[in-house]
């Protein structure tokens, strides 16, 4: 069974940072690309970034580039986001999402399994 | 940025309804187009994809058609737990972009 668990959400003022973390486990977690698609209150989910098997190639979303850092370690079957300069409009429910396909997100792919999310609030 | 649309917003229906859910995307994304499932706290749920590709596990009677700019999740017959909130996501270009949902509710 895939399960996919994530942890390491939390109140953090603005300007400050938080490292989120996604456990995996019943899949091969190797050879798979992985994503981060967040929901904010009452808003629509938002894919925040997505990361290759090798972690070779990233994709971020405007929003976050420059702020937010997606890695993995494949050892340890986790994957992680680094945000930093956190604001206000990043307050959201965090998931972390396999891609169904197989080592990078692609053009006409899905994510077939999701983590229940963990919660970021950024506020003073 | 590709909008997706869907309508209703929200609907309500009745145990062994036949219910439809539309997508319309800005412009034409082939049949890049995946619908997922999502109760209240509990993760998203991955139905179809590719417009009309069953997700392995996922009872039959979801089903998804279109392509272009307007696809449709139909479930034939409403069961208890269908009662939640359907996204369409557009994989034809970054980024890859969700419907605003639509809330399935009991009637």
């Known amino acids: 069974e895939v399960q996919l668990l994530e942890s390491g959400g939390g109140l953090v003022r603005p300007g400050g940072s938080l490292r989120l973390s996604c456990v995996a486990s019943g899949f091969p977690f190797s050879n798979y690309g992985m994503t981060w698609v967040r929901q904010a209150p009452g808003k629509r989910l938002e894919l925040v970034s997505s990361?290759?098997?090798?972690?070779?190639?990233?994709y971020y979303a405007d929003s976050v580039r420059g702020r937010f850092t997606i890695s993995r370690d494949n050892s340890k079957n986790t994957l992680y986001l680094e945000m930093d300069s956190l604001r206000a409009e990043d307050t959201a429910v965090y998931h972390c999402?396999?891609?169904?396909?197989?080592?990078?997100?692609?053009?006409?792919?899905?994510?077939?399994?999701w983590g229940q999310g963990t919660m970021v609030t950024v506020s003073s | 940025d590709i909008q997706m649309t869907q309508s209703p917003s929200s609907l309500s229906a009745s145990v062994g309804d036949r219910v439809s859910i539309t997508c319309r995307a800005r412009q034409s994304i082939s049949s890049f187009l995946n619908w997922y499932q999502q109760k209240p706290g509990k993760a998203p749920k991955l139905l179809i994809y590719a417009a009309s590709s069953l997700q392995s596990g996922v009872p039959s009677r979801f089903s998804g058609s279109g392509s272009g700019t307007d696809f449709t999740l139909t479930i034939s017959s409403l069961q208890p737990e269908d009662f939640a909130t359907y996204y369409c996501q557009q994989t034809y270009s970054t980024p890859f972009t969700f419907g605003q949902g639509t809330r399935l509710e009991i009637k």
């Open positions: 990361i290759s098997a090798s972690a070779g190639s990233t």
């Open positions: 999402a396999k891609v169904r396909q197989g080592v990078t997100l692609i053009v006409g792919d899905a994510f077939d399994f």
